[in-house]
Structures are given as structure tokens and as C-alpha cells.
């Protein structure tokens, strides 16, 4: 019964209202990034390079209105907000469909980004909240892989019969969806509640400047980066080791189900093995697996036991690295900052090891990933030292009384 009840949230409402805000609403255009490139060439009669710049302007908003908000995330209401991100999102996903003209789009999904990015933050900062950071993380992206293995399938259906118009639109019902779950959202966290307007307005603006924060942003970023440094040339490594199209969609599909192996088991352990190793542990289990599949261009085995492992080990690690960032701050400010940085991550990697690419191949590749993985783990350091002290801390104090 004990292993069970650590897979049931202490709060539904803020681990389904933070899954739908911050994945359901903000990373939702991650997971149909793959048919949203296709889509835009297709019906736009784009380039990839063009597609990728649509995107990455997406994301790199998603990014800066994230981080606008997290110095103020601590008293915002944050409930308010990310409906009203969401309905901003919704909108433009709905236009989108829409339009045809480029320019018209680029501003457009420049108006998603800043909706995806308030409900991001809103998202990411109301794991803080929760007794357990760790285990709600991990119990948040339990439901993210879950919508991962229904929207993968339903997305490519919808973009093979409507293209790019059918998609957007059945984003915008998913991002719908969300809305009935992001109503159960605290509206402010219980470390603000709990304190006087003076204490919890104090050091706002200097929190996210201390070098545990920054540290921890670059964390984020640095771990981010380096997957979508792999997961840009995973198809193209599947194609050279012999896999048919058919083969991969199968081959993704079923890794982004084990996908929900990771989140589980961060629920099931929280820290009950400390902090320091589990997220050492996944930062570099995820780091072994992106340079597996870079690297299994001449090995189909490594290939495909490689990819087997992406969302198992990405899931477990992100789960331990939001739930770290979310104890260094109670009102959910650090968290905010670094899922903002996470997003830089995401429109920066595919840029970075294109490069790469172009100068060495796929060895290069894997040489910029295990690179990535070393600064990560110095990043993720401090962070990881800070935490551990306050844990000390709050076990000493609850001794005495």
C-alpha cells in the first residue's frame, strides 16, 4: 500500500492544473513539432531552414515571456494567469489555421509563444508548492508522456487528412482540454500565503540573480540543449542503419511509451536515495543514450536499444532537475526561470549540432553531447549542494521540536 500511495498525488489539483499549464499548454508545440515542420513545408511551400526559423521564433518567445514572469510568479495570480494564457494560445492556434500569408504567421505564433510561456511559468512554479517537489514533478510527467502517446498518433493522422490547418486546430482542442484541468490551480503558492506581504515581496528581484539560480537555469538549459542536439538527427541515424519511415514511427512510438518508466520511478523513490544522485544519475544516463543513438549510424543494435531508452531517461531526469529547482525557491520563482531556460534549449540544440554536423558528422555530434553532459553535471553542482544543505537544515530543525 505505501508503494502505491506515493503514485497518487497529494494534491490532484496542482499536479493535473500544473501538467496542463505548463505541458498540456506551454510544451504542447513540442510534441507536434516533428508534424508541424512537415505540415508548413508542405502547405506553405517552405524549406526546412525556413520551418525551423518559424519554430524557433515560437519557442524563443515561449522562452522570454517565461522569464519575464518569474520574478513576480511568487505573488502573481498565478490561476488568472495561465487561463489567460491559454485562451491566448487557443486564439492564436485557431487564427493560425487560417492564415497563409508567412509574415502574418511568424506574428501570430510569436502571440502563441507569449501565451505558452505565462502558462509555462504558472506551470512550473506551482510544483513548488507541493510537499514533495521531486515526486510531483515525476507524477506530472507521468500525464506529460501519457498525452505524448495519444497526441504522437492522433497529430499524424490529422496532418496525413487536413495538413497544416487541421493541425493547428487540433492543437487548439487539446490546449481546450487543458483549460477544464488548469481551473483546479492554486491561485498563489502556500509559501506566500503563509507569510507577510513584506517577507514574501522581499528579494524578488535579486533571487533570480543569485548564483544557485543562475547555476541552475544554466542547468536547464545545458540539459536541454544537449537532448535536442540527438533528437534533431534521430530520424536520419534510423535511415542509415536500415529503418523504413514505418519502422521508425513504430520504433518512436513505442520508446516514447516506456517513456512513462522514468516519471514513475522519480514518484516512487522521491528522495528516498537523496537528491544528488538521481538527478547525477540522469543527467548522465540521458547524456549515454543521446550519444548511443548519434553514434549508432554503424550498429543497429546500439541504435535501437538507444532510442528505446530517449523518454525513459529524459522523463526521469527532468522530473529530479524540476524538482530541484522548485526546493531552492518555495514560491516557485527558480522553477519558473528554468523551465523558461528549458525552452532556449529547445530552439537552441538543433541550430548547435547542425553545426557540429556540418564540421565533423555525427561523431562530432556525439563529442558536442558528451561535452554537454560534463557541463551539466559542473552547472547542476551548486544547485545540488544548496539543496542538500537546506535538507539538513529542515531535518535538524524538525528535531528539536
Request: net charge neutral.
Given at each position: 500500500m505505501?508503494k502505491?500511495?506515493?503514485?497518487?498525488?497529494e494534491?490532484?489539483g496542482?499536479?493535473?492544473?500544473?501538467f496542463?499549464a505548463?505541458?498540456g499548454v506551454?510544451l504542447?508545440a513540442l510534441?507536434?513539432l516533428?508534424?508541424l515542420i512537415?505540415?508548413?513545408?508542405n502547405d506553405l511551400?517552405?524549406?526546412?531552414?525556413?520551418?525551423?526559423?518559424?519554430?524557433?521564433?515560437?519557442?524563443?518567445?515561449?522562452m522570454?515571456?517565461?522569464?519575464?514572469?518569474?520574478?513576480?510568479?511568487?505573488?502573481?495570480?498565478?490561476?488568472t494567469l495561465?487561463?489567460?494564457?491559454?485562451?491566448?494560445?487557443?486564439a492564436?492556434?485557431?487564427?493560425?489555421?487560417?492564415?497563409?500569408?508567412?509574415?502574418v504567421?511568424?506574428?501570430v505564433?510569436?502571440?502563441?509563444?507569449?501565451?505558452?510561456?505565462?502558462?509555462?511559468?504558472?506551470?512550473?512554479?506551482s510544483?513548488?508548492?507541493?510537499?514533495?517537489?521531486?515526486?510531483?514533478?515525476?507524477?506530472?510527467?507521468?500525464?506529460f508522456v501519457?498525452?505524448?502517446?495519444?497526441?504522437?498518433?492522433v497529430?499524424?493522422?490529422?496532418?496525413g487528412s487536413?495538413?497544416?490547418k487541421?493541425l493547428y486546430?487540433?492543437?487548439?482542442?487539446?490546449?481546450?482540454?487543458?483549460l477544464?484541468?488548469?481551473?483546479?490551480?492554486?491561485q498563489?503558492?502556500?509559501a506566500?500565503?503563509?507569510?507577510?506581504g513584506?517577507?514574501a515581496?522581499?528579494?524578488?528581484?535579486?533571487?533570480?540573480?543569485?548564483?544557485?539560480a543562475?547555476?541552475?537555469?544554466a542547468?536547464?538549459?545545458l540539459?536541454?540543449?544537449?537532448?535536442?542536439?540527438?533528437?534533431?538527427?534521430?530520424?536520419?541515424?534510423?535511415?542509415?542503419v536500415?529503418?523504413?519511415?514505418?519502422?521508425?514511427?513504430?520504433?518512436?512510438?513505442?520508446?516514447?511509451l516506456?517513456?512513462l518508466?522514468?516519471?514513475?520511478?522519480?514518484?516512487?523513490?522521491?528522495r528516498?536515495?537523496g537528491?544528488?544522485?538521481?538527478?547525477?544519475?540522469?543527467i548522465?544516463?540521458?547524456?549515454?543514450?543521446?550519444?548511443?543513438?548519434?553514434?549508432?549510424e554503424?550498429?543497429?543494435l546500439?541504435?535501437t536499444i538507444?532510442?528505446?531508452?530517449?523518454?525513459t531517461?529524459y522523463?526521469?531526469?527532468?522530473?529530479?532537475?524540476?524538482?530541484?529547482?522548485?526546493?531552492?525557491?518555495?514560491?516557485?520563482?527558480?522553477?519558473a526561470?528554468?523551465?523558461s531556460?528549458?525552452?532556449?534549449?529547445?530552439?537552441?540544440?538543433?541550430?548547435?549540432s547542425g553545426?557540429?554536423?556540418e564540421?565533423g558528422?555525427?561523431p562530432?555530434v556525439?563529442?558536442g553531447?558528451?561535452?554537454?553532459v560534463v557541463a551539466?553535471?559542473?552547472?547542476?553542482?551548486?544547485?545540488?549542494?544548496?539543496s542538500?544543505?537546506?535538507?539538513?537544515?529542515?531535518?535538524?530543525?524538525?528535531?528539536?521540536?
Amino acid at each position: 500500500m505505501k508503494k502505491q500511495s506515493v503514485l497518487i498525488p497529494e494534491s490532484w489539483g496542482l499536479v493535473v492544473s500544473a501538467f496542463a499549464a505548463a505541458y498540456g499548454v506551454g510544451l504542447l508545440a513540442l510534441l507536434a513539432l516533428p508534424y508541424l515542420i512537415s505540415a508548413i513545408m508542405n502547405d506553405l511551400g517552405l524549406d526546412a531552414a525556413q520551418a525551423g526559423m518559424l519554430m524557433s521564433a515560437e519557442f524563443v518567445v515561449t522562452m522570454v515571456a517565461s522569464l519575464a514572469i518569474a520574478p513576480v510568479i511568487g505573488r502573481a495570480p498565478r490561476r488568472t494567469l495561465a487561463l489567460a494564457g491559454a485562451l491566448l494560445v487557443i486564439a492564436a492556434n485557431v487564427i493560425s489555421a487560417e492564415v497563409g500569408d508567412l509574415y502574418v504567421l511568424v506574428a501570430v505564433r510569436c502571440l502563441a509563444g507569449i501565451g505558452a510561456g505565462i502558462c509555462l511559468s504558472c506551470g512550473n512554479a506551482s510544483i513548488a508548492g507541493a510537499r514533495d517537489p521531486d515526486r510531483a514533478a515525476g507524477q506530472m510527467n507521468v500525464l506529460f508522456v501519457a498525452l505524448m502517446a495519444v497526441v504522437m498518433i492522433v497529430y499524424a493522422n490529422v496532418m496525413g487528412s487536413d495538413g497544416l490547418k487541421g493541425l493547428y486546430l487540433a492543437i487548439a482542442a487539446t490546449n481546450a482540454l487543458m483549460l477544464g484541468l488548469i481551473v483546479f490551480m492554486p491561485q498563489r503558492s502556500a509559501a506566500v500565503a503563509e507569510s507577510s506581504g513584506h517577507q514574501a515581496s522581499a528579494g524578488n528581484g535579486r533571487t533570480l540573480l543569485t548564483p544557485t539560480a543562475m547555476l541552475m537555469m544554466a542547468a536547464m538549459f545545458l540539459f536541454s540543449m544537449r537532448d535536442t542536439m540527438g533528437w534533431a538527427f534521430v530520424e536520419q541515424v534510423g535511415v542509415r542503419v536500415g529503418y523504413s519511415g514505418e519502422e521508425l514511427g513504430q520504433l518512436f512510438s513505442m520508446q516514447s511509451l516506456l517513456g512513462l518508466i522514468g516519471p514513475v520511478l522519480a514518484s516512487l523513490f522521491g528522495r528516498r536515495f537523496g537528491i544528488s544522485l538521481p538527478v547525477i544519475l540522469g543527467i548522465v544516463a540521458s547524456g549515454a543514450v543521446g550519444m548511443g543513438y548519434v553514434l549508432g549510424e554503424h550498429s543497429r543494435l546500439m541504435y535501437t536499444i538507444s532510442v528505446m531508452m530517449i523518454s525513459t531517461t529524459y522523463f526521469y531526469a527532468l522530473a529530479y532537475l524540476t524538482g530541484l529547482a522548485a526546493s531552492l525557491d518555495r514560491e516557485g520563482r527558480i522553477a519558473a526561470a528554468s523551465g523558461s531556460f528549458l525552452t532556449l534549449g529547445i530552439a537552441v540544440g538543433p541550430t548547435f549540432s547542425g553545426v557540429l554536423a556540418e564540421q565533423g558528422g555525427f561523431p562530432m555530434v556525439g563529442w558536442g553531447i558528451g561535452l554537454a553532459v560534463v557541463a551539466t553535471l559542473v552547472a547542476v553542482a551548486v544547485p545540488l549542494a544548496v539543496s542538500r544543505r537546506r535538507g539538513c537544515t529542515l531535518q535538524v530543525a524538525a528535531a528539536t521540536l
